[in-house]
């Protein structure tokens, strides 16, 4: 089992940017699973926005966020990071990091195992 922590969250003016990162609290090796950050806005159903396979080899991003995000990660310092870029009123919404076992990157929330509590971010035009 692992637990996710975010941080980074805040208020960012529209145009702007913002980074997330997400670390495990505990678990096993963070190399072992593919990770993912989806969010939720107020009244809205949770959204993925964007994977990362176990090496950092391979990404996936949601349309609304391809050419302005970019995930990444560090295996060696345990950490996955979202780069959010040219932000919008839209993205506003709570970030959270999610791990799944296995190979595949997903879109799906079924598919992954592990959570993060969320972490706000807010786009003021």
């Known amino acids: 089992q692992v637990q996710l922590v975010e941080s980074g969250g805040g208020l960012v003016l529209a145009g702007g940017s913002l980074s997330l990162s997400c670390a495990p609290a505990?678990?096993?090796?963070?190399?072992?699973?593919?990770m993912a950050w989806f969010r939720q806005a107020p009244g809205k159903e949770r959204e993925f926005v964007a994977a990362?396979?176990?090496?950092?080899?391979?990404?996936l991003y949601a349309d609304s966020v391809k050419g302005r995000f970019t995930i990444s990660r560090d295996n060696a310092k345990n950490t996955v990071n979202l780069r959010m870029n040219t932000m919008k009123p839209d993205d506003t919404a709570v970030y959270y990091c999610?791990?799944?076992?296995?190979?595949?990157?997903?879109?799906?929330?079924?598919?992954?195992?592990?959570w993060g509590q969320g972490t706000q971010v807010t786009v003021s035009s």
């Open positions: 505990s678990g096993r090796a963070f190399s072992s699973y593919v």
């Open positions: 999610a791990a799944r076992e296995g190979w595949s990157l997903s879109t799906r929330e079924p598919e992954y195992t592990y």
């Open positions: 990362i396979s176990r090496d950092g080899g391979a990404t």
